[in-house]
T-cell receptor
Framework: KNQVEQSPQSLIILEGKNCTLQ??????????LRWYKQDTGRGPVSLTI?????NTKSNGRYTATLDADTKQSSLHITASQLSDSASYIC??????????FGQGTELSVKP | KAGVTQTPRYLIKTRGQQVTLSCSPI?????VSWYQQTPGQGLQFLFE???????NKGNFPGRFSGRQFSNSRSEMNVSTLELGDSALYLC????????????FGPGTRLTVL
């Protein structure tokens, strides 16, 4: 069964601190792994897309890693800002055109 | 370049009614996908249209349907609304098929009373 599991479910950190969000995926056949950021009341915005051959990809202060052997991915946020408060969603693409979404990690950055 | 637009942004309906939501993709994008987002289930794939043809369909009942026009604009229809259909409906467009980078619209918030 295709599924994506994320942890933690929610996270509170202080402004300026780093954090890492986790994603375990079971997606077959596997095409790529995506991370999205969704602000409250808005549509998701793509942060990174990685194929199985890519180990890491950065987008500003966001760095995603992918381990295709263990089927794990992580999203690292460096020097967090208040505007990073959002839901972060891990998404698997199974080549069939159907995206499999994780439940998301709700990140709250406090001043 | 204008982003993905969805209309209306908010909608209130009663059980048994039907509703039509509209999505205008980014200019030049031929693929439009629809998603339902609820607090309990998260984001779930409804269907994808590419060049006016439905290419993929999620696990939703037949009450959920859609179509795409020659200008790539897409509509989604839900008939015989149920309370559980209350959700944020998102559409996303991409240049090619959905395995390309998708750009999401702001969504339509549907409330069924």
């Amino acid at each position: 069964k295709n599924q994506v599991e994320q942890s933690p479910q929610s996270l509170i950190i202080l402004e300026g601190k780093n954090c890492t969000l986790q994603c375990n995926y079971t997606v077959s056949p596997f095409s790529n792994l995506r991370w999205y950021k969704q602000d409250t009341g808005r549509g998701p915005v793509s942060l990174t897309i990685m194929t199985f051959s890519e180990n890491t990809k950065s987008n500003g202060r966001y760095t995603a890693t992918l381990d295709a052997d263990t089927k794990q991915s992580s999203l690292h946020i460096t020097a967090s800002q208040l505007s990073d408060s959002a839901s972060y969603i891990c998404v698997g693409d199974n080549q069939g055109g159907k995206l499999i979404f994780g439940q998301g990690t709700e990140l709250s950055v406090k001043p | 370049k204008a982003g993905v637009t969805q209309t209306p942004r908010y909608l209130i309906k009663t059980r048994g009614q039907q509703v039509t939501l509209s999505c205008s993709p980014i200019s030049g994008h031929r693929s439009v996908s629809w998603y339902q987002q609820t607090p309990g289930q998260g984001l779930q794939f409804l269907f994808e249209y590419f060049s006016e043809t439905q290419r993929n369909k999620g696990n939703f009942p037949g009450r959920f349907s859609g179509r795409q026009f020659s200008n790539s604009r897409s509509e989604m229809n839900v008939s015989t609304l149920e309370l559980g259909d209350s959700a944020l409906y998102l559409c996303a467009s991409s240049v090619g098929q959905s395995y390309n980078e998708q750009f999401f619209g702001p969504g339509t918030r549907l409330t069924v009373l």
